[in-house]
């Protein structure tokens, strides 16, 4: 009985909130309105393109960062130049590294010289003055300065003359 007297009003409150009473019509009628217009047209998806996988071929060529070989350049240091390496010269352990792989990472002054620090790709840190060699291109240290090192290198021009290559490390301000 006492769900009774509870489900009744509970029902007819439901019954009336159910009702069409006319309120909504200016709903109907939008959206009868909306039915009855015509549909837009839809295009139909655009076919898909095989996928072709791409091919790097120029991984042989120049770096985009380097500069171009002159080749007449070349011909022409080759037949003005004398410079050689010292092969007869015990080689440094400096020597062994690539002077890519050399970071130069501080100074110290001894004795009234200044010799830069170098550390090595595996963590070594070594110290050089000038006239000292690195790297594997026979890199002889022409001026240390407080934050850099001047280079010159003696390369192989690919025949049977060498040209010198002036080069510079800066003193690594990172790890």
């Not at 996988?53 to 991984?59: D, H, L, Q, R």
């Amino acid at each position: 009985m006492r769900y009774l007297r509870l489900a009744i009003p509970v029902l007819s409150t439901t019954l009336l909130a159910c009702s069409n009473s006319g309120q909504y019509a200016d709903i109907d009628a939008f959206v009868a309105e909306k039915r009855a217009a015509p549909s837009g047209v839809i295009e139909p998806i655009p076919a898909l393109q095989a996928y072709r996988a791409f091919t790097y071929t120029a991984s042989g060529l120049r770096g985009p960062f380097t500069q171009p070989v002159d080749v007449k350049e070349i011909a022409r240091l080759e037949a003005s130049s004398n410079v050689k390496p010292n092969l007869e010269r015990e080689r440094e352990y400096l020597e062994s590294f690539s002077i890519d792989a050399l970071k130069m990472v501080g100074t110290v002054r001894l004795n009234k010289v200044l010799w830069a620090l170098m550390k090595t790709p595996d963590g070594g840190v070594h110290r050089v003055k000038e006239n000292n060699y690195l790297g594997r291109n026979h890199g002889k240290i022409m001026k240390v300065g407080d934050n850099f090192i001047s280079v010159v290198e003696i390369v192989s021009t690919g025949g049977e003359g060498w040209v010198e290559r002036p080069r510079s490390l800066e003193l690594s301000s990172g790890k």
